[in-house]
């Protein structure tokens, strides 16, 4: 019986996030291989786009290397997230926010509005009813 030389590291992936994960492993020194589960590959080609995802394989050797990478890239990147959100907080809001309020309400009073319409004529229709 032969020995698996590559092991699954990730699965599910599109095909605009597996180029970062493959840089960031290749800069490491690790190669990557990509596999289309399922009919992935032929829908890829046929369609453009691959419902199952992309995995990434690396090999057996490297495969705990490989994941401290990608755990430390996360790290950092939650870093970085929890800063911008500080400055996101202490900036003033956009004027699109207060468009999406306004915006909001309008969609609220048309639909209260309408709901008072549909009972008027819903009143008006029963009287009309009643007096046949």
Known sequence: MKKKENLKLLGNYSKHEIPFVESILESHDIPTL???????????????????????????????????????????????????????????????????????GILIIFIILNIGFLFSSLFKFILKLLKM
């Not at 992309?54 to 401290?68: C, S, T």
């Not at 430390?72 to 207060?98: A, H, L, P, V, W």
């Open 34 to 104: 990509r596999k289309y589960p399922e009919t992935g590959g032929y829908l890829d080609i046929y369609m453009g786009y691959n419902a199952f995802g992309i995995d990434v394989y690396v090999p057996v050797q490297k495969i705990e290397e490989a994941r401290m990478i990608l755990k430390s890239g996360e790290e950092k990147m939650k870093m970085n997230s929890r800063y911008k959100q500080k400055e996101d907080k202490s900036e003033s809001k956009s004027i699109f926010t207060y468009f999406s309020f306004i915006m909001k």
